[in-house]
């Protein structure tokens, strides 16, 4: 369904009236099945016909950064830095890896966990 809306938004540049009644058509259909329940079926075979699905970056993503904290955590380790340090490390790294890889959908996401690290809630 995402490769979909991205190919009617690609197709504005080339034919912009026609694409712009097609995404929206599109937008509308999506939004009444939604509000009916059938999030299975958002639009119709034939507006998914010939659309390559969208890959999946998640669970590369999460391996990266429990590889990249992992990692760093083992460094810390191996340089002889106190265990307290080897934690706030390997969290820092994460951290990190959270922002790179997630750009501005990052900071909801550390917000969420922020009463767990001692901080408060707004």
């Known amino acids: 369904m995402i490769a979909a809306l991205r190919a009617a938004e690609a197709e504005q540049d080339i034919n912009p009236g026609p694409a712009l009644q097609k995404l929206t058509e599109m937008l ?11 999030v299975g079926e958002l639009l119709d075979d034939a507006e998914l016909h010939n659309v390559d699905p969208v890959p999946r970056y998640e669970p590369l993503r999460v391996a990266s950064i429990f590889t990249v904290a992992v990692g760093f955590g083992a460094v810390a380790a191996y340089a002889g830095l106190p265990a307290q340090l080897q934690s706030l490390v390997a969290i820092g790294a994460a ?22 690290l001692g901080g408060g809630a707004r």
Do not use: S
């Open 28 to 38: 509308v259909t999506i939004t009444e099945r939604y509000v009916e329940g059938k």
């Open 95 to 116: 951290a990190f890896m959270v922002f790179v890889l997630y750009k501005r959908a990052a900071r909801p996401m550390l917000d969420a966990i922020a009463p767990f």
